[in-house]
Nanobody, 120 residues
Framework: QVQLVESGGGLVQAGGSLRLSCAAS????????MGWYRQAPGKQREPVAA???????NYADFVKGRFTISRDNAKNTVYLQMNSLKPEDTYVYYC??????????????WGQGTQVTVSS
């Protein structure tokens, strides 16, 4: 079994910062890419940022210069540092990871989601 557990969401004023964390645990052999998505009610989930296992990053245009993705491979954890937050960043944020498990085929796993609310 593999689990992704997110933390760090909450309520923040516009211009503020939050740091999301997502820790993978369980029967993990290796973790390839990790990333963050976000979703509003009734809308499709959209990619925010991604990072490969050797540290290459990719960002959606709407977060470039404000959000930073990073990972700690020793802790099987990915982070999303969110600065200069705007009310339009209010979403549920999900992490995902491409994991090779010791007990099953390689596939993408998802966290349960964490709410980020930015007040104006």
């Amino acid at each position: 079994q593999v689990q992704l557990v997110e933390s760090g969401g909450g309520l923040v004023q516009a211009g503020g910062s939050l740091r999301l964390s997502c820790a993978a645990s369980g029967s993990i052999f290796s973790i390839n890419s990790m990333g963050w998505y976000r979703q509003a009610p009734g809308k499709q989930r959209e990619p925010v940022a991604a990072i490969t296992n050797d540290g290459r990053t990719n960002y959606a245009d709407f977060v470039k210069g404000r959000f930073t993705i990073s990972r700690d491979n020793a802790k099987n954890t990915v982070y999303l540092q969110m600065n200069s937050l705007k009310p339009e960043d209010t979403y549920v944020y999900y992490c995902n990871a491409d994991i090779s498990s010791t007990s099953g085929p390689r596939r993408w796993y998802w966290g349960q989601g964490t709410q980020v609310t930015v007040s104006s």
